[in-house]
């Protein structure tokens, strides 16, 4: 199976911003993570990472192509406000999990609030870094 994860902004700092809510792990433990739930499945799981909106939405159109069979995105605070995102992924038919370190229901009001999970087909949140191999397992049960 070919994954795709895509982190948005500012979640290439994990072990730098706001520990207390994100954790310790840096961004680095959390792809070695990933890959090693990669190699545990058979998977070939690409992690993509980006601040910008256009490059988030250039690899979701990228991935219409290029035989991704379900995405993992992890949007950050585009998550609320972001329907050009949102728009990107209602084009991508395959399963689709928006992800989440912490728990944005129990965080600042306007958190809870994603204008991308109506076009996925999960939404974990609140389950820090564990979260992503949850994401994986459910793509792999979905096919």
Same mark, same amino acid.
């Given at each position: 199976m070919n994954l795709l994860v895509i982190?948005?902004?500012?979640i290439n700092f994990l072990g730098i911003r706001?520990?207390?809510?994100?954790?310790?792990?840096?961004?680095?433990?959390?792809? !070695?993570? %990933?890959?090693?739930?990669g190699e545990e499945t058979g998977c070939r799981i690409e992690v993509f990472q980006s601040n910008?909106?256009?490059?988030?939405? @250039?690899?979701?159109q990228d991935?219409?192509? @290029?035989?991704? !069979?379900?995405?993992?995105?992890?949007?950050?605070?585009?998550?609320?406000?972001?329907?050009?995102?949102?728009d990107a992924l209602a084009s991508i038919t395959v399963p689709k999990v928006e992800i989440? %370190?912490?728990?944005?229901?129990?965080?600042? @009001?306007?958190?809870?609030?994603?204008? %991308?999970?109506p076009v996925c087909d999960r939404q974990i949140y609140g389950h820090g870094l564990e979260g992503y191999l949850e994401a994986i397992d459910f793509c792999?049960?979905?096919n």
């Open positions: 982190n948005g902004p500012n706001e520990k207390s809510i994100y954790g310790a792990q840096d961004y680095n433990y959390l792809l !070695e993570m %990933i890959g090693k739930k910008h909106e256009g490059a988030i939405i @250039d690899r979701i991935s219409y192509f @290029d035989g991704t !069979e379900a995405i993992i995105i992890n949007p950050g605070a585009y998550t609320h406000y972001s329907y050009a995102i949102r989440h %370190i912490s728990d944005i229901t129990k965080r600042e @009001d306007f958190r809870k609030i994603s204008v %991308i999970a792999l049960y979905k």
